[in-house]
Each structure stands twice: as structure tokens, then as C-alpha cells.
């Protein structure tokens, strides 16, 4: 059986004739010609009365086309209904985030995508721990610095740069001791490692160099301790932005120049696995974290 031939024929009943079958299947109308011409061959019966003017169906051609024609529309359906499915995303997507990902971004992004796909659902582990891709059944995570196993696949998706705050009592009490470097004895660390692998002139800033007063995996935490006075911490700028603004923070700059980058990684387990709403929502995020603050305040920094 020949699909394409019962296709053409169904065609050209429903329209009344050649001319429209070909125009509705997108195809010449000699192949649509040929395709009826082949199943009348094949059933060996006239299906059509055809005349210069009109078309007309013969016994056979009524009683072979209304047991076909249901069959047909099934699968024309069909096929649009799994074309809808396609565009009209379902299920979950399951999303590993580091504890200081900036949060508002990431709530827009869920929040305006399920309105474009009501069907899906998220769930977000936010964790500074590497999530198991496999083990924790993640379709996505959010990393910073190090995107993981080369076995995966990582997208750069944003730079995200460091300034050292302190808050304006600490700055009093220290001012002078923070221009000889000294006052960086009071110094706030993700760990005890982080300073030098973003510093670009680690070996050349004392910051760097100073062992930590106070280590903490938690950049929200270190910045609650720079503002409480605990000493100066190297954080994200786009967390500060709002601290400075209140006069909570000051950023401290030092003799030697400072220029303190990471990079913001997507990173999937496999591209070969990537399904079309991983797809499309991550690259929905991305175009957010485009548009976003996050990019302004970095660039920035990036000038000063």
C-alpha cells in the first residue's frame, strides 16, 4: 500500500479536483495525477469519472473512499497534534543552581516561561555541591569557574566579575592599615583557594596573599560579614549593587590593579540527550541574563 497514493486520492475528492489536491498536498499536478492513476492500477477499478470539466466518483470509487477517507483525517490529525506537542512544551525539567546564582534572574525566567508553556513543571537543587547529573537525574546546572567533567557540555553564558567591599566602619577603623595591605589581615574567603584562582594578579595582590580570617562557601554569608564589619571579602559585583547604593558597602580599591573574573557556565550532561525544553529554556535564560542587570554591572567594573 502506497500512503501517498491514497493521500492524493482522498485529495481530490475533498476538493473537486486535481487542480486543488495539488495546491492543498504542495506537490505538481501531474503527480497527483499519477499517484490516482497508480492506485486504480494497483485495486484494478475506476475510482474517478474524470471529464474536461468535473470529476465525478464511480460505485467502487464512493465505497473505496468512505472506509479511506476517516483513516486519512486520523492521520492528518494526528501528525498535527504531534506538531503542537512539539511547540507546546510538557513535563519537567529538573535544574541545579549554586547557592548565589542571582535569583531574581532566575525566578523571571521560570516564571515567564511557564506562562509561554503552562504544562511544565521545574525543580531547582540549589546546592554548591556538583550535582551527579546521572544520580540526581539533573537535566541542567549553573556553575561557576569550573563547568565540571569534560565528558560534559558546557555553554559560556556570562562573565562574572569581583571587587573587594568592606563596609564604611571597617573602612575608619582601618583606612590606613588597608593602604599598607595590612588591614587585609581581616580578610573574607569563599575558601581558601578562591582569591588566587579569579585574580588575575594574584601573585602581585597582597589580598590574595593574606590568609583568611573567616572562610565561608556562601558568598551571601561573606557579604553579611563585610557589612557587619568582619573585614574586606571579594564578591560578586552584582550582589553588592544594591549595598553600595545604600552606603552599606564601599568597594576598596588597592594599589595594585585589580581584575577578578569567573565564568558562568550552562552545562548539560550530553547534547545528544538535549530535549527541546532544556533546549529552548535554557537559551530562554540566557537571552535574560543578556538584558539583565547582572551584564551592566559587571561592564561596570569592568571600566573603573
Known sequence: ?????????????????????????????????????????RLGTRLLRRTTRQISLTDDGRSYFEEVAPAIRALSEAEERAVHSGNTLTG???????????????????????????????????DDNVSDFIADNIDLAIRGRHPGNDN????KIAILRFGIFASPAFMRRSEEAVH??????????????????????????????????????????????????????????????????????????????????????????????????VRKFSDYLVSLLETSGLDRTTNQLAEE
Not at 500500500?1 to 473537486?16: G, I, K, R, S, Y
Not at 558597602?249 to 557556565?265: N, V
Open 180 to 277: 599598607d595591605d595590612a588591614g587585609f589581615d581581616s580578610r573574607l574567603a569563599f575558601d581558601r583557594h578562591f582569591n588566587a584562582s579569579v585574580l588575575s594578579h594574584s601573585a602581585s595582590s597582597p589580598f590574595s596573599r593574606r590568609i583568611p580570617s573567616v572562610t565561608a562557601n556562601c558568598f551571601a554569608l561573606l557579604k553579611q560579614l563585610a557589612i557587619d564589619g568582619a573585614g574586606a571579602a571579594l564578591l560578586p559585583v552584582h550582589m553588592c549593587d544594591g549595598e553600595i547604593q545604600q552606603g552599606r558597602l564601599i568597594k576598596i580599591d588597592t594599589d595594585q590593579r585589580l581584575s577578578a573574573e569567573t565564568g558562568l557556565f550552562i552545562v548539560y550532561p550530553s547534547r545528544k540527550d538535549l530535549s527541546s525544553k
Open 1 to 41: 500500500m502506497d500512503l501517498n497514493c491514497c493521500l492524493a486520492f482522498v485529495a481530490v475528492v475533498e476538493c473537486e479536483s486535481f487542480s486543488g489536491a495539488a495546491r492543498k498536498l504542495q506537490i505538481p499536478r501531474s503527480t497527483v495525477g499519477a499517484r490516482v492513476a497508480a492506485l486504480e492500477t
Open 152 to 155: 560534559y557540555v558546557a555553554r
Open 92 to 126: 519537567s525539567i529538573r535544574i541545579s543552581v549554586p547557592l548565589d546564582f542571582p535569583f531574581a534572574v532566575l525566578s523571571h525566567a521560570i516564571t515567564s516561561f511557564r506562562e509561554l508553556h503552562p504544562g511544565l513543571q521545574f525543580d531547582v537543587l540549589v
